[in-house]
Structure formats: structure tokens, C-alpha cells
């Protein structure tokens, strides 16, 4: 019960922060929007002529698509915020040499889940879009709903950005000691396996392309995340050579 106390407040500060941060952000939720619908608009365009557009179906549709894009864009910008209450909840759990290590968990998850949302925009709407809208009928022409665009591409935003955070993960699990990364090749058939499980459940959309754009990127940052954890691990050691080596290698819990 201590232990989900602990977790139950660590959420709430993260909460609080994406909160105050989203009301910030309603201000420009406009243009949020113009920028995230940007990609369909080209191909929309580009296929069924310059008078193509979204469409508002509902009287509150396009303000609850300002709430989602303030909020998605609050969480990515108070990530590090976030992470850091992450970091504050499994720390009393780690060695104090080992509690050094939250500067880099916390600049370089944020780093990986901003640059996991990157990828997804620049990358992958682009491919995806097309494939889309050429795949039509020449009879049919597509006219999106804004609450209904808006709430893949935001999804899509934040399954990037999650899957992306696969080598932070896979370094930090290396240096704690609970897997090791000269065995994780051995593995990797299952990761693949795996790696397409959770493309088909993170991609709201469930055509093949989305899924193989998300566990492409998944297996290749698995590999990234095997080889620096084999490197980071040979360099500084395992779990038990740190503590031994370290002049204080008692845990201090609550201590950062």
C-alpha cells in the first residue's frame, strides 16, 4: 500500500504538470491543428483537386479537437516534468551510484519521445496519408472529420513516441542488472513477433502499412538499445562491480 501511495502521488504531480501546461496550451491550439492536419491537407489536394477540405460533422467537434491537440501537445512538452516524477518513484529502489543516472534517463526519454513524435510527422504521415487517399475509388472522394483526423494523428504522435523510448528503457533495465544485453540477440525472433503485436495494438488505424511503419522503427531501436546497453555495461560494469567498486554501495532510499 506504500508503494501505490507513492505511485498514486507521483501520477498526480505528473498530471498536474501536463495540465497547467495544456491550459497554455489552448492558446494555440488553432495552430496545432493547422500543423497536424498539414500532411492530409497536401494529399487531399494533390488527388482530388485544390477544393478538397475537412469537414466539422458535430457543433463541438472542432473545440474538442483543441482540447486533444492542447493536451497531446502538453504531454510531450512536460515530459521531462513526467519522467522525472517516473524517476522519483523507482529511485529509492536503486543504489545511490546508480541514482546519477537521472539526468540522462530523464533528458534523453524526453528526447526519444519528442523525436519518436518527429518521425511519425515527417515520416510516416506523408507514406501513410498517400497510401490512403490514392487507395480510393476514383468515385469516392475523401473528406475527413476533423475529430476523427485529429484523434489518429495524436494517437499515432504518442505511439511514436512510446515505441521510441525502447533504447532508454532497454539501457536503463541493462545498467539496473535485470536483463543482459549479451543474451538479448538471442531473442530477437520473439522480438520480432512481439514488435508487430504492438504495432497492431498502438496504431488506432488497423491497415498493415501503420503497423509495419510502427514495428520497423521498433526492431530497429531494439538493436540500437542492444548494442549501446553492450557497450554502457562493458564500460561501466554490471549491477554488482559498480556496487562493489562504489565507496557507498548501500541503498539510500528516497534519495536522488
Known amino acids: 500500500?506504500?508503494?501505490?501511495?507513492?505511485?498514486?502521488?507521483?501520477?498526480?504531480?505528473?498530471?498536474?504538470?501536463?495540465?497547467?501546461?495544456?491550459?497554455?496550451g489552448f492558446a494555440v491550439s488553432d495552430q496545432l491543428l493547422d500543423w497536424l492536419r498539414a500532411p492530409m491537407e497536401q494529399m487531399l489536394r494533390e488527388v482530388h483537386g485544390p477544393s478538397s477540405r475537412f469537414v466539422v460533422i458535430a457543433p463541438a467537434e472542432y473545440i474538442v479537437a483543441?482540447?486533444?491537440?492542447?493536451?497531446v501537445a502538453a504531454l510531450f512538452i512536460a515530459s521531462p516534468w513526467?519522467?522525472?516524477?517516473?524517476?522519483?518513484?523507482?529511485?529509492?529502489g536503486l543504489y545511490a551510484h546508480e541514482q546519477r543516472y537521472a539526468s540522462w534517463f530523464i533528458w534523453a526519454g524526453a528526447l526519444c519521445f519528442c523525436g519518436g513524435a518527429a518521425f511519425a510527422y515527417f515520416a510516416v504521415f506523408p507514406t501513410m496519408f498517400r497510401f490512403f487517399?490514392?487507395?480510393?475509388?476514383?468515385?469516392?472522394?475523401?473528406?475527413?472529420?476533423?475529430?476523427?483526423?485529429?484523434?489518429?494523428?495524436?494517437?499515432?504522435?504518442?505511439?511514436?513516441?512510446?515505441?521510441?523510448?525502447?533504447?532508454?528503457v532497454t539501457i536503463i533495465l541493462s545498467l539496473a542488472g535485470?536483463?543482459?544485453?549479451?543474451?538479448?540477440?538471442?531473442?530477437?525472433?520473439?522480438?520480432?513477433v512481439v514488435a508487430f503485436i504492438v504495432g497492431a495494438v498502438?496504431?488506432?488505424?488497423?491497415?498493415?502499412?501503420?503497423?509495419?511503419?510502427?514495428?520497423?522503427p521498433l526492431l530497429?531501436?531494439?538493436?540500437?538499445?542492444?548494442?549501446i546497453s553492450r557497450i554502457v555495461v562493458g564500460m561501466k560494469g554490471t549491477p554488482l562491480q559498480r556496487a562493489k567498486a562504489a565507496p557507498d554501495s548501500t541503498k539510500e532510499a528516497g534519495k536522488t
Do not use: C, N
Not at 513526467?82 to 529509492?92: N, T
Not at 487517399?133 to 485529429?150: N, Q
Open 133 to 168: 487517399v490514392e487507395s480510393l475509388p476514383p468515385d469516392i472522394a475523401m473528406m475527413p472529420s476533423i475529430s476523427d483526423h485529429f484523434s489518429f494523428t495524436l494517437k499515432m504522435l504518442i505511439a511514436f513516441g512510446v515505441v521510441f523510448e525502447t533504447p532508454v
Open 1 to 24: 500500500m506504500e508503494h501505490l501511495g507513492e505511485l498514486r502521488k507521483r501520477l498526480g504531480y505528473a498530471l498536474i504538470g501536463v495540465a497547467l501546461v495544456s491550459v497554455a
Open 178 to 192: 535485470i536483463i543482459d544485453p549479451t543474451r538479448l540477440g538471442q531473442y530477437r525472433k520473439y522480438v520480432v
Open 82 to 92: 513526467v519522467l522525472y516524477q517516473i524517476w522519483m518513484f523507482i529511485a529509492p
Open 202 to 216: 498502438l496504431t488506432p488505424s488497423p491497415d498493415a502499412l501503420s503497423q509495419l511503419l510502427l514495428a520497423g
Open 66 to 71: 483543441q482540447l486533444k491537440a492542447a493536451f
Open 220 to 227: 530497429l531501436l531494439y538493436e540500437v538499445g542492444v548494442l
